[in-house]
């Protein structure tokens, strides 16, 4: 199952090179970063990660059973008006990575979470960049 992570533009919208910047910064090195250059111009990222797909209770519970996938990635999307950052039946560290990402473009643009067509949801003053 894939998880989307919407980040929609409300007044201020990045450059892609800005996102890319913001990526490249925010994996430090980590990882590499490949451009699917099928979306209409626009960047569709993957973000290959180091390491193998685990599960962090795999040996204290003793869960059998293969990881569905061998490799670890994640992808940013970019739209006119929104990013999708998803991972597909990623383990909990590429997930915690794809949501940190998700909510440090939300805070840095003052955008909202969520597809343009979604309502608004009511305002929390505390933190409009949940993922």
């Not at 894939?2 to 430090?28: I, S």
């Not at 111009?41 to 180091?50: E, F, H, V």
């Not at 994640?74 to 998803?86: K, L, Q, R, S, T």
């Not at 998700?102 to 597809?115: I, M, Q």
């Amino acid at each position: 199952m894939a998880l989307d992570r919407f980040v929609t533009w409300v007044d201020e919208k990045p450059t892609d090179e800005q996102l890319l910047f913001v990526l490249e910064d925010f994996l430090g090195g980590v990882g590499e970063i490949t451009n699917d250059p099928t979306n209409e111009g626009r960047p569709w990222w993957t973000i290959k990660l180091p390491g193998k797909p685990s599960h962090p209770l795999r040996r204290a519970f003793q869960i059998e059973g293969p990881m569905v996938h061998e490799e670890r990635w994640f992808e940013v999307y970019v739209a006119d008006d929104h990013i999708d950052v998803m991972t597909r039946l990623g383990d909990a560290f590429t997930n915690a990575l794809a949501d940190k990402f998700a909510e440090v473009v939300c805070r840095a643009w003052r955008a909202k979470s969520g597809l343009p067509s979604d309502p608004d949801p009511e305002p929390d003053p505390n933190d409009s960049c949940s993922v």
